[in-house]
T-cell receptor, first 112, second 115 residues
Framework: GDSVTQMEGPVTLSEEAFLTINCTYT??????LFWYVQYPGEGLQLLLKATKADDKGSNKGFEATYRKETTSFHLEKGSVQVSDSAVYFCALRDQGAQKLVFGQGTRLTINP | EPEVTQTPSHQVTQMGQEVILRCVPISNHLYFYWYRQILGQKVEFLVS????????KSEIFDDQFSVERPDGSNFTLKIRSTKLEDSAMYFCASSESGRVSDTQYFGPGTRLTVL
């Protein structure tokens, strides 16, 4: 079945550091890929998405590129801020399916 | 910006009791979903609902669970006889369409604690 694997957390960085959170997936069809973010005490918010190979999703300085050849959708940000501290979830939705399949989440803490 | 709302934010119940979790999806959305997250585990899909019918469900969504859209705005998840292992955060979500590229918008969640 479909699955998503994210890098283990927690991840702790200093402000202005470069961020990468790895995400790889397995899907039977041609999925759309998503990154969601969960700030403390809040629900899941869409951060960015990509719906076909080589598409780059971007938002709030975050980027991720849909790499079909490596089945990956790594999240990157050039310079993180304290306000980026949150849990980040990679997810996919496969063709013909209603459900999102989530990775285990990566807790990110940014220290000033 | 329109958002999905959920009530209550926290529900405590005794094992064997029935609970109803409530959600108000975004008003022009047609597809509705429930997910849950047991503490420390992945967010898991439970069920999707379209046109007053279940369109997809997971193995978790057994006979103890049911969903309903009792009026034009609410979407509910009922657990008939709660078990300890039902303790989790339950998220409602909605989307405009069923397209694979469509974004699912999530509510803030209801934390269910079964004692």
């Amino acid at each position: 079945g479909d699955s998503v694997t994210q890098m283990e957390g927690p991840v702790t960085l200093s402000e202005e550091a470069f961020l990468t959170i790895n995400c790889t997936y397995t899907a039977t069809g041609y999925p759309s890929l998503f990154w969601y973010v969960q700030y403390p005490g809040e629900g899941l918010q869409l951060l960015l998405k990509a719906t076909k190979a080589d598409d780059k999703g971007s938002n709030k300085g975050f980027e991720a590129t849909y790499r079909k050849e490596t089945t990956s959708f790594h999240l990157e940000k050039g310079s993180v801020q304290v306000s980026d501290s949150a849990v980040y979830f990679c997810a996919l939705r496969d063709q013909g399916a209603q459900k999102l399949v989530f990775g285990q989440g990566t807790r990110l803490t940014i220290n000033p | 910006e329109p958002e999905v709302t959920q009530t209550p934010s926290h529900q405590v119940t005794q094992m064997g009791q029935e609970v109803i979790l409530r959600c108000v999806p975004i008003s022009n959305h047609l597809y509705f979903y429930w997910y849950r997250q047991i503490l420390g585990q992945k967010v898991e899909f439970l069920v999707s609902f379209y046109n007053n019918e279940i369109s997809e469900k997971s193995e978790i969504f057994d006979d103890q669970f049911s969903v309903e859209r009792p009026d034009g705005s609410n979407f509910t998840l009922k657990i008939r006889s709660t078990k300890l292992e039902d303790s989790a955060m339950y998220f409602c979500a909605s989307s405009e369409s069923g397209r694979v590229s469509d974004t699912q918008y999530f509510g803030p969640g209801t934390r269910l604690t079964v004692l």
